[in-house]
């Protein structure tokens, strides 16, 4: 879903790297140390057993029901969906104690490629640009495609992909959605639109706010997410009838070269819950527990 | 008439400015957030005086090299977002430093925290610095000069003589920087910290309700800074009454 916020993250963490060195002579001196300590140690143990942290680390972008999302549990902040209940099979596999970071989707490629992250989960799919900046491990679940979002008023103008030639659409920045929409990576999204007059936010409900007050003219998001607007907003449909295909499947995240060592322990638990049927079954969960919270009973 | 009211309330799409359903059982996003917001202003804000108060008075210097790095610093922080310094601070020093995830009060996690209102003080500062420094120079110069010829020192001169002369100009001010901080800082939100824009957020993505939220953050800043203005204005009215000849 969300793509190349990458060249960004570099471009900061080049930013960054240039004022502690210029900076702060005395902060510089000590920040490779701890770095080189952390990745030597792991590199060693992963090549004569997995690793075994006591405690996982764990990024992810609570704003995306079903997938990552805020609710109130018994009065308490709780964030679920399906890419937590994921993190938690990963963590108790390895034995590990799971802490969760929720912060912005742009910046969590940024912290895993710093150490500050063990691992992301955050829907967040498999591209080229991606994997040059961080290591993946196998998809854990096969999404919908990408589907695109209208007023119900306007529906029978979209029959095809052509139709939005001219027209204003909005979609995720940074993300594979935005693709489709500008066209200007046709590798990672080979269908995509032509002449759309492209319009990237930062947070879905930013997106439905600018299509139902007209200010974009369609909107494109993930399956899943696409359905559950036009469910709950009577004003608003999918269309039908425009194949957007898919653009890569979601994967779990963690530093380039997984210095931790973490990989395979993740891609084992990947594989054991695909073989239980477990990520269906967490999927079903995270979908009720968001629609218990729509429906504010 | 109510029932008109009752029904045009019950009909609101989840993209409506008023649809405030999420009420009250995500109230408790909006007070937490309120409380994020008001200990994450007013600690920068505080936090700040010290530092601008000392880059003040190196502005206020002879020496070119203390007055020029005094420049330096608040024409950095002046002239760039504070958005920039915000990710320049929490992924650059606080990347090195790592924080325990302690919560304070059950829902502010110190190691998010801390960042941001380092971050906060530090642009803060160069601001507050430069209503120190407008402060300062606002005491008409006879006043040092007398204090001088009197036989205090330079130092006895500030400190006795033009500083609390200064305070009656700067304290407005400062008011009114706290007031534009509990605004500003709602920009910390991108780093997950949990104020009371990321409340509206949450709540926004959670719920479907995408507008109301929004609006509600909006009425509850409004509560807190227009009540904290005409606070400001009162005592600035006070003060100034023994200006009055």
């Not at chain 1, 997995?50 to 549990?73: M, N, Q, R, W």
């Not at chain 2, 924080?99 to 906060?120: E, T």
């Amino acid at each position: 879903m969300k793509n190349n916020k990458k060249i960004l993250g570099l471009a900061l963490s080049a930013a960054l790297s240039l004022s502690l060195l210029a900076g702060c002579g005395g902060g510089s001196a000590t920040t490779p140390a701890p770095a080189e300590s952390k990745g030597a140690e792991p590199a060693q143990s992963q090549a004569a057993e997995p690793a075994t942290p006591t405690k996982l680390v764990f990024g992810t972008s609570a704003d995306y029901p079903p997938f990552e999302f805020h609710i109130l549990k018994d009065g308490q902040d709780t964030i679920v969906g399906l890419d937590v209940s994921i993190a938690y099979e990963i963590a108790k596999d390895m034995g590990a104690e799971l802490e969760i970071v929720d912060m912005n989707f742009d910046n969590l490629l940024t912290m895993v490629t710093q150490g500050n992250l063990d691992f992301v989960i955050a829907d967040t799919e498999s591209t080229p640009d991606r994997e040059a900046a961080a290591d993946a491990s196998k998809p854990y679940y096969e999404d919908l495609a990408p589907m695109v979002l209208v007023k119900k008023a306007n529906l029978d103008q979209y029959k095809s992909i052509d139709d939005f030639t001219g027209k204003s659409v909005g979609a995720q920045t940074g993300t594979n959605k935005a693709l489709i929409v500008t066209g200007e990576d046709e590798e990672t999204a080979p269908i995509h639109m032509t002449g759309a007059n492209p319009v990237l936010l930062t947070t879905v409900g930013d997106l439905v706010n600018q299509l139902v007050y007209d200010k974009v003219d369609a909107v494109v998001l993930d399956g899943a997410v696409a359905v559950k607007y036009a469910q709950t907003n009577s004003d608003l449909a999918v269309v039908e009838g425009v194949e957007l295909g898919s653009v890569g499947l979601p994967c779990v995240w963690v530093a380039e070269g997984d210095p931790k060592g973490l990989l395979p322990s993740i891609n084992a638990t990947i594989d054991r819950l695909l073989a239980e049927g477990a990520i269906d079954t967490f999927m079903e969960e995270a979908d009720a527990l968001s629609s218990e919270a729509i429906g504010l009973d | 008439m109510f029932d008109a009211i009752a029904a045009w309330y019950a009909g609101l799409g989840p993209a409506s400015f008023f649809n405030f359903k999420f009420l009250p059982k995500y109230a408790v996003y909006f007070v937490h957030g309120i409380e994020y917001t008001l200990l994450l202003s007013v600690v920068s804000v505080l936090l700040a005086i010290i530092p601008a108060l000392l880059l003040a008075l190196m502005r206020l210097s002879k020496n070119r090299f203390i007055k020029g790095i005094s420049g330096a610093y608040i024409a950095v922080f002046r002239s760039t977002p504070l958005l920039v310094q915000l990710s320049i601070i929490y992924f650059g020093p606080f990347s090195v430093i790592r924080l325990p995830v302690v919560q304070l009060f059950g829902f502010v996690d110190i190691s998010r925290f801390i960042p941001g209102v380092i971050a906060l003080a530090l642009n803060s500062s160069a601001y507050v610095a430069e209503i120190f420094r407008a402060g300062i120079l606002a005491v008409d110069g006879g006043q040092m000069e007398a204090a001088r010829s009197l036989g205090l020192s330079k130092w006895q001169g500030m400190k006795l003589v033009v500083l609390p002369q200064a305070v009656k100009n700067i304290l407005p001010a400062l008011a009114n920087e706290l007031v534009t901080m509990v605004k500003e800082s709602s920009i910390v939100m991108a780093l997950g910290m949990q104020d009371l824009m990321w409340g509206a957020k949450t709540v926004a993505s959670t719920t479907y309700i995408t507008l109301a939220p929004y609006v509600l953050a909006a009425i509850i800043y409004f509560c807190i800074n227009f009540p904290a203005s005409k606070a400001i204005e009162a005592v600035e009215r006070r003060m100034r009454r023994g200006d009055q000849r």
